[in-house]
């Protein structure tokens, strides 16, 4: 059975570049999309991005400048930075499994895309 | 700001049906997912964009589409289902994802 794990400090500097890493048990990161979710306190989810197995990356656009995600097969593990964080980057980070799937019908084409194995999420705080 | 609206709140007494819904322009283009928070938990698919439940989730969730809105069903709720539900599309280009606003989920 596949799991997702987080890790990574929990309290970042202001300015500073927060990392994390989600490790893959029981599977390998071959043939995925791997991505992180981000749910500031009390608010609603929000995508940040996914990293293909491959290395190909997705980021968010308003996230873009400050995004970096990297997969190490070797290790299965893959990972976030975010750099120049402030206090609205505090959040439960959230890792999890992005699946696509084709689909062909009568009005046309296109690809079914499921978060279908998430982690439990690790909190981060962004304070001095 | 979210592309993909759904009400903040809706409650349903035990054993009773409710749906809940996403709206969104690339809901016209776009199939939706859908997922389950729950405190302390890793949050659960619960409806694929293919419309199809995944293992162990409940026949009592469905999911339904028309027009520019995504629905979530769940008939006969029970009190393990009081959660905070999200819907997650694709953007206006297709290029991203994004979720829903979320929508609480309170079984009386």
């Known amino acids: 059975q596949v799991q997702l794990q987080e890790s990574g400090p929990g309290l970042v500097k202001p300015s500073e570049t927060l990392s994390l890493t989600c490790t893959v048990s029981?599977?390998?990161?071959?043939?995925?999309?791997w991505s992180w979710i981000r749910q500031p306190p009390g608010k609603g989810l929000e995508y940040i991005g996914y990293v293909f197995y491959s290395g190909t990356t997705n980021y968010n656009p308003s996230l873009k400048s400050r995004v970096l995600m990297s997969v190490d097969p070797s290790k299965r593990h893959f990972s976030l930075r975010l750099t120049s964080v402030t206090a609205a980057d505090t959040a439960v980070y959230y890792c999890?499994?992005?699946?696509?799937?084709?689909?062909?019908?009568?009005?046309?084409?296109?690809?079914?895309?499921?978060?279908?194995?998430w982690g439990r999420g690790t909190l981060v705080t962004v304070s001095s | 700001s979210s592309e993909l609206t759904q009400d903040p709140a809706v409650s349903v007494a035990l054993g009773q049906t409710v749906r809940i819904t996403c709206q969104g322009d690339s809901l016209r283009k776009y199939y939706a997912s859908w997922y389950q928070l729950k405190p302390g938990q890793a949050p659960l698919l619960v409806m694929s964009a293919k419309n199809e439940r995944p293992s162990g989730i409940p026949d009592r969730f469905s999911g339904s589409r028309s027009g520019n809105t995504a629905s979530l069903t769940i008939s006969g709720a029970q009190a393990e289902d009081g959660a905070d539900y999200y819907c997650s599309s694709g953007d206006s280009s297709g290029n991203y994802r994004v979720f829903g606003t979320g929508t609480k989920v309170t079984v009386l």
């Open positions: 999890a499994r992005l699946v696509p799937e084709n689909y062909f019908e009568s009005s046309g084409s296109g690809t079914y895309w499921d978060f279908d194995l």
């Open positions: 029981g599977g390998s990161t071959d043939y995925y999309y």
